[in-house]
């Protein structure tokens, strides 16, 4: 079973930044071979996909963060990243991380982004 959990979400003014981590438990090639995934859902919206990042580490952006978001990942910790820079009140919202491989969700973690 592979669990994730979110952590880093805070309170920020706009143009601040926040990095997010992604701790996966479970195997070491459970996280490893997998896609790890960002996605976001504020109030109200849909759940939408913020970056992806292949386990041969190829990423991949929605147009709304490109530029000031960035994804990462340290295999030797099981854990992804997501370092969010000059933040915007709309990127407000709840921040998950998906484990693509078993299609496991963390908790999610808030971000808020006063203006």
């Known amino acids: 079973q592979v669990r994730l959990v979110e952590s880093g979400g805070g309170l920020v003014q706009a143009g601040g930044s926040l990095s997010l981590a992604c701790a996966v438990s479970?195997?070491?090639?459970?996280?490893?071979?997998?896609?790890i995934g960002w996605y976001r859902q504020a109030l109200g919206k849909q759940r939408e996909m913020v970056a992806t990042?292949?386990?041969?580490?190829?990423?991949n952006y929605a147009d709304s963060v490109k530029g000031r978001f960035t994804i990462s990942r340290d295999n030797t910790k099981n854990t992804a990243f997501l370092q969010m820079n000059s933040l915007k009140p709309e990127d407000t919202a709840v921040y998950y991380c998906n484990h693509f491989s078993s299609n496991s969700w963390g908790q999610g973690t808030q971000v808020t982004v006063s203006s």
């Open positions: 479970g195997s070491t090639f459970a996280f490893t071979s997998s896609t």
């Open positions: 990042i292949t386990s041969h580490s190829m990423t």
